[in-house]
């Protein structure tokens, strides 16, 4: 994981952190995610906490663009106060965006903390 300036981030990235971050806001919830598929549609949700399933933001934007028919992504972000982006939310975007598709985590004030890839 790499620190991540604001400074220099691509437009349609910090637009991804822009969404997930509203998400976030909107919905109440601790998390918001946002995913931009190959063909440069967005999919935003928050995190799904119900007694019978809990997914977190990241999974959520991704079974979105999946349901929704994406065939790949490009980009995603996460807006958390968490410090690391957890496995099984890599994996998501993994198996969709393969090794190399990027995923920004940002603090909840919206700005990016870190970088990695998918893989």
Known sequence: M????????????R????????????????EGAAVRDDMG????????ALASLELSALRTAVAMAVASGAASLEAAAVVSAAELIPAADLAAVHDLGGADTTVLLAGTDGNVRATVTAG
């Open 41 to 48: 549609r967005t999919y935003v949700a928050g995190s799904v």
């Open 2 to 13: 790499t620190d991540q300036s604001d400074q220099g981030l691509d437009p349609e990235d």
């Open 15 to 30: 637009k991804l952190v822009t969404l997930a971050r509203s998400a976030r806001a909107r919905n109440g919830v601790p």
